[in-house]
């Protein structure tokens, strides 16, 4: 079956007298790699809240793995394998990391993969050792450092085994070495087959990680192609530097 | 300790606990007992929608009522069996908590707050116009002069049917706690939008907590109308059932099965004493004041102190 | 004119008038909970601490109670001033607003009602105006001057605070905050002194609109209360944070409750109140004048 895991059509929503989407189309292949960006206040964080369900977009379709998931909550759209995380970490303070992940993993993971609700904790445990927080799986969430809540928000994500992950500036105000330590992650994932959009104001790690990247500016798609051309594109200087 | 052992544990303690009770003569114990044990099945049925869930609702009195009236109705229509009048009063409230859960568990917890407030007020309009049951002047209950299961005295038998569905209700909430739906109680009370975006669906989950929630707190109102002979409105829909269900797992500890009874026997015991030295106006005063006092001062309550403490402690002992 | 209609009329009179005064009450609850999101409970409490008060100077001094309030307000503010502290240190900062913040204002309401009750008791209060008795009438109609000068200052008071929003400086910040506390604060402006001064505002208000209620009728520590419905109605129906808003869904709640009062018994009206508000909730959450 050749079709793009994540179809996004004419996609419109509005807040009162505010059109933050207009007529957006974007696409995602399984396992591809694909870069959002645009200035601040463009409309990419309303677009990713109208893919994972959070807002209801008010014109067009957003269909994946082929079925239109326009109606579906966010919780149906999490079980159907779509993971997202948020700008700023939203972690269950009162939980510790380890449990953060059995959420995912009992709530999303489970209905899809079917595993046995004991093995949730191995499983955590696997993917903390994945993002390098395995020593810190018994502290509070609520108590951990910046980079580590980062890194737990995008554990967090994985935890729930998605097929599509969409990482909200995870990189944002991060060092070099941190940002190499989340690019790192976000690529394994791409050898388990799961695709990633990566919202970004950091431009070299987009180009370096992305495949393809997309444009947004004020509401609409500007560009959309491979990442030297969209560079390279007059509109989409402009639309930076013209800020 | 399993789901299993806590069951059989705490059944056998209810049973001791009655057993127990049939050498103390003093008939003034069962009636304090009875009111403490109704305080602790409150505050574990708030504390579930209340500590785990973390939705306020300020209308206990709603929920207990719908169990005391429809005892009343019960006892004036068909005279059943008290077992039969316990299940259909925890029923009734479980659908109350269900209808309401429904139509405003969509907003913010906020507004089912406010919501559950309008409940009490529109629920004791109800009752207060409705004859059947006795409206504003009340109803009486006569308690049968036979005692069941040969218990010393009527008051006994009320006792030890709290101490059952006290011991009911810690099993309930305990298993909750510590099942998948519980952590994912415990999600929606930490970041309700996250916990959506993490596959929690929020909206069943927070329906089976107002279900549960309301129909516990509606079991500990069935055997009320026994207890007094006598129901009127404003007894049913007393204040303090809001507020105290409110500060006592505020007081013991919101996160635990165990601070919710712990708060309840605690504030329970000394408002029986305050009862007598003092006015039961002053009784409620000190309740919004340790209320007050504990949400600003110690908001996880006893319990909280208790493992803050004992975490200190560790971090020390691994330090140090 | 035919004794129905008369009754109609009197009904629809009575609850506008009321409707005003309900404005009154609620204007508060519109800034405190509309547009800073705090949610005040304890409003009704502060209404009836200020009818109480009013209640006092009347009693000794034999002062109308409502220019006793007005004069009083800035002790209302005060106290408004010191709460939003208290909240803000102990809850906003943390970021427990919600449940911790619900129990705390709970915790006020209740220790306010009951230590009213220590103080003076539960037997009704009421004050001795130079109008109460008096009432006007226009052919079958009745307008009773206990119900129209509250009204009067009543509808005064909340187009006054909507003019001082709209045209004022610090009005205007308190619309502000409202609406991108964020954005404020990256201009410069110093948010949580705007955001108490509103609190303070809506406690201020309620203060005055408790010398309204006693004029209008006996009061007793229970009838807090009975207001938090009420007030959470009318702000709900009208849609929150709009003072406009709050004055139309005040005078359909008071039309409302008017309208049962006179054809279904006085015994029905609590229900009113807090029946349309979960109506609203359940229904139409957005308010009458939705967005």
Same mark, same amino acid.
């Given at each position: 079956?050749?079709?793009p895991?994540?179809?996004?059509?004419?996609?419109?929503?509005r807040?009162?007298?505010?059109?933050?989407?207009?007529?957006?189309?974007?696409h995602?292949w399984p396992?591809?790699?694909?870069g959002?960006? *645009?200035?601040?206040?463009?409309g990419?964080?309303?677009?990713?809240?109208?893919?994972?369900?959070?807002?209801?977009?008010?014109e067009g379709?957003?269909?994946?793995?082929?079925?239109?998931?326009?109606n579906?909550r966010?919780?149906?759209?999490a079980?159907? *394998?779509?993971?997202?995380?948020?700008?700023?970490?939203?972690?269950?303070s009162?939980?510790?990391?380890?449990?953060?992940?059995?959420i995912?993993?009992l +709530?999303?993971?489970?209905r899809?993969?079917?595993?046995?609700a004991?093995h &949730?904790?191995?499983? /955590?445990?696997q993917?903390?050792e994945?993002?390098?927080?395995?020593?810190k799986a018994?502290?509070?969430?609520?108590r951990?450092?910046?980079i580590?809540?980062?890194k737990?928000e995008?554990?967090?994500?994985m /935890?729930?085994?998605?097929?599509?992950?969409?990482?909200?500036e995870a990189? /944002?105000?991060l060092?070099?070495?941190?940002?190499?330590?989340?690019l790192?992650?976000?690529?394994e994932?791409?050898?388990?087959?799961v695709?990633?959009?990566?919202i970004e104001?950091?431009m070299?790690a987009?180009?370096k990680?992305?495949e393809?990247?997309?444009?947004?500016?004020?509401?609409r798609?500007?560009?959309? *192609?491979?990442?030297? &051309?969209? &560079?390279?594109d007059?509109?989409?200087?402009?639309a +930076?530097?013209?800020? | 300790?399993?789901?299993r052992?806590?069951?059989?544990?705490?059944? $056998?303690f209810g049973l001791a606990?009655?057993? !127990?009770?049939?050498?103390?003569?003093n008939?003034?114990f069962?009636s304090? $007992?009875?009111?403490v044990?109704?305080?602790?099945?409150?505050?574990?049925?708030?504390?579930?929608l209340?500590?785990?869930t973390?939705?306020?609702?300020f209308g206990? $009195?709603a929920?207990?009522?719908?169990? $005391?009236?429809?005892?009343?109705?019960?006892?004036?229509?068909?005279q059943?069996?008290?077992?039969?009048?316990?299940?259909?009063?925890?029923?009734?409230?479980?659908?109350?908590?269900?209808? %309401? !859960?429904?139509?405003t568990?969509?907003?913010?917890?906020?507004?089912f707050?406010?919501?559950?407030?309008?409940?009490?007020?529109?629920?004791?309009?109800?009752?207060v116009?409705?004859?059947?049951v006795?409206?504003?002047?009340?109803?009486?209950?006569?308690?049968?002069?036979?005692?069941?299961f040969?218990?010393s005295?009527y008051?006994?038998?009320?006792y030890?049917?709290?101490?059952?569905?006290?011991?009911?209700?810690l099993?309930?909430?305990?298993?909750?706690?510590?099942?998948?739906i519980?952590r !994912?109680l415990?999600?929606?009370r930490?970041?309700?939008?996250a916990?959506?975006?993490s596959?929690?669906?929020t909206?069943r989950l927070?329906i089976f907590?107002?279900?549960?929630?309301?129909?516990?707190?509606?079991m500990?109102?069935t055997?009320?109308?026994?207890?007094?002979?006598? %129901?009127?409105?404003?007894?049913?829909?007393?204040?303090?059932?809001a507020?105290?269900?409110?500060?006592?797992?505020?007081?013991?500890?919101?996160?635990?099965?165990?601070?919710?009874?712990?708060?309840?026997?605690?504030?329970?015991?000394?408002?029986?004493?305050?009862q007598?030295?003092?006015?039961?106006?002053?009784?409620?005063?000190?309740?919004g004041?340790?209320l007050?006092?504990?949400v600003?001062l110690a908001?996880?309550?006893?319990?909280?102190?208790?493992?803050?403490?004992?975490?200190?402690a560790?971090?020390l002992?691994?330090?140090? | 004119?035919?004794?129905?209609t008369a009754?109609?009329?009197?009904?629809?009179?009575?609850?506008?008038?009321?409707?005003?005064?309900?404005?009154?009450?609620?204007v508060?609850?519109?800034i405190?909970?509309g547009?800073?999101?705090?949610?005040?409970i304890?409003?009704?409490?502060?209404?009836?601490? =200020?009818?109480?008060?009013?209640?006092?100077?009347n009693?000794r001094?034999?002062?109308d109670?409502?220019?006793?309030? #007005?004069?009083?307000?800035? @002790?209302?503010f005060?106290?408004?001033?010191?709460?939003?502290?208290?909240?803000?240190i102990?809850?906003?900062?943390?970021?427990?607003?919600?449940?911790?913040?619900?129990?705390?204002?709970?915790?006020?309401?209740f220790?306010?009602?009951v230590?009213?009750?220590?103080?003076?008791?539960?037997?009704?209060r009421?004050v001795?105006?130079?109008y109460s008795?008096?009432?006007?009438?226009?052919?079958?109609?009745?307008f009773?001057?206990r119900?129209v000068?509250p009204?009067?200052?009543s509808?005064?008071?909340?187009?006054? #605070?909507?003019?001082?929003l709209?045209?004022?400086?610090?009005?205007?910040?308190?619309l502000?905050?409202?609406?991108?506390?964020?954005a404020?604060?990256?201009m410069?402006v110093?948010?949580?002194?705007?955001k108490?001064?509103?609190?303070a505002?809506?406690?201020?208000?309620a203060?005055?609109? =408790?010398?309204?209620l006693?004029v209008i009728?006996?009061?007793?520590?229970a009838?807090?209360?009975?207001y938090?419905?009420?007030?959470?109605?009318v702000?709900? @129906?009208?849609g929150?944070?709009?003072?406009?808003?709050?004055?139309?869904?005040?005078?359909?709640?008071?039309?409302?409750?008017s309208?049962?009062?006179t054809f279904?018994?006085p015994?029905?009206?609590?229900?009113?109140?807090? =029946?349309?508000? @979960?109506?609203?909730?359940?229904?139409?959450?957005s308010?009458?004048?939705?967005?």
């Open positions: 079956m050749n079709q895991l994540l179809q996004v059509s004419g996609v419109s929503k807040f009162g007298g505010f059109t933050a989407l207009d007529h957006v189309d974007l995602v396992g591809e790699r694909l959002l960006i *645009g200035p601040n206040g463009s990419k964080s309303t677009l990713v809240n109208c893919i994972s369900g959070t807002l209801r977009n008010e379709q957003i269909r994946f793995e082929g079925r239109d998931i326009g579906e966010a919780h149906r759209r079980r159907l *394998g779509l993971a997202r995380t948020f700008q700023i970490p939203r972690p269950f009162s939980m510790t990391v380890l449990d953060n992940l059995r995912p993993l +709530y999303a993971a489970r899809r993969l079917g595993f046995a004991s &949730a904790g191995d499983e /955590a445990l993917i903390l994945q993002v390098g927080l395995r020593d018994e502290v509070l969430s609520g951990l450092t910046q580590d809540m980062r737990l995008l554990a967090r994500a /935890a729930a085994k998605p097929r599509l992950l969409i990482s909200d990189l /944002a105000g060092s070099t070495s941190e940002v190499n330590d989340i790192g992650l976000l690529s994932l791409k050898a388990h087959g695709a990633v959009i990566m104001h950091h070299r987009v180009m990680f992305c393809r990247i997309a444009v947004l500016v004020a509401g798609k500007i560009a959309d *192609g491979e990442p030297q &051309a969209v &560079a390279t007059i509109e989409v200087v402009t +930076y530097l013209g800020q | 300790m399993s789901n052992t806590f069951a059989a544990a705490a059944f $056998a606990l009655v057993y !127990g009770s049939g050498f103390i003569g008939e003034y069962f304090a $007992a009875y009111t044990l109704q305080f602790v099945i409150l505050a574990t049925a708030w504390n579930i209340g500590g785990y973390g939705y306020v609702n206990s $009195a929920f207990f009522a719908t169990g $005391a009236y429809s005892s009343v109705f019960l006892y004036k229509a068909l059943p069996p008290l077992l039969v009048m316990i299940a259909t009063g925890t029923l009734a409230a479980g659908l109350l908590g269900l209808v %309401v !859960g429904y139509l568990l969509r907003m913010r917890g906020v507004f707050a406010i919501a559950t407030l309008a409940l009490s007020v529109v629920l004791y309009t109800f009752v116009n409705w004859d059947y006795g409206g504003a002047r009340g109803a009486y209950i006569l308690q049968p002069h036979e005692v069941p040969g218990l005295s008051i006994h038998f009320l030890s049917a709290m101490v059952l569905m006290t011991v009911a209700a099993i309930i909430a305990r298993a909750i706690e510590r099942s998948t519980g !994912g415990a999600a929606i930490d970041d309700e939008l916990a959506e975006c596959g929690v669906p909206l927070k907590s107002a279900t549960v929630s309301g129909a516990l707190m509606g500990a109102g055997t009320f109308p026994y207890y007094l002979s006598y %129901v009127e409105p404003s007894a049913a829909f007393n204040l303090s059932y507020v105290n269900s409110i500060a006592m797992p505020l007081i013991g500890g919101m996160l635990s099965w165990l601070g919710p009874v712990l708060g309840a026997v605690l504030l329970g015991t000394a408002l029986q004493v305050v007598i030295t003092v006015s039961s106006a002053w009784n409620l005063l000190i309740v004041v340790l007050v006092v504990f600003t908001p996880n309550g006893i319990m909280g102190w208790v493992s803050a403490w004992r975490h200190r560790a971090r002992e691994r330090t140090g | 004119m035919e004794p129905e009754l109609l009329f009197n009904a629809i009179i009575a609850g506008l008038l009321l409707g005003g005064f309900y404005a009154a009450v609620s508060g609850v519109s405190s909970f547009m800073l999101d705090v949610v005040n304890a409003h009704p409490a502060f209404v009836i601490l =200020g009818s109480y008060i009013a209640y006092i100077v009693d001094m034999g002062f109670p409502i220019v006793v309030s #007005i004069v009083l307000s800035p @002790l209302f005060l106290l408004g001033s010191l709460l939003y502290r208290v909240y803000y102990c809850f906003e900062k943390r970021g427990q607003e919600s449940l911790r913040g619900l129990a705390f204002f709970f915790g006020i309401l220790i306010t009602e230590a009213l009750v220590l103080i003076f008791g539960v037997d009704y009421f001795q105006t130079a008795e008096t009432t006007l009438r226009l052919g079958a109609i009745d009773p001057m119900l000068v009204f009067l200052v509808v005064t008071m909340v187009v006054g #605070i909507q003019l001082f709209t045209h004022t400086f610090f009005g205007r910040a308190v502000a905050v409202a609406q991108d506390t964020l404020l604060r990256l410069g110093n948010t949580f002194r705007v108490e001064f509103a609190f505002l809506s406690i201020a208000t203060g005055v609109a =408790g010398a309204f006693i009728q006996p009061v007793q520590p009838i807090g209360r009975e938090i419905g009420l007030v959470f109605a702000c709900v @129906l009208g929150m944070g709009s003072i406009w808003g709050t004055l139309l869904g005040a005078l359909v709640l008071g039309l409302a409750e309208f049962t009062s279904f018994g015994s029905w009206a609590p229900a009113v109140s807090f =029946g349309l508000l @979960l109506a609203t909730l359940a229904f139409k959450p308010g009458l004048l939705g967005r």
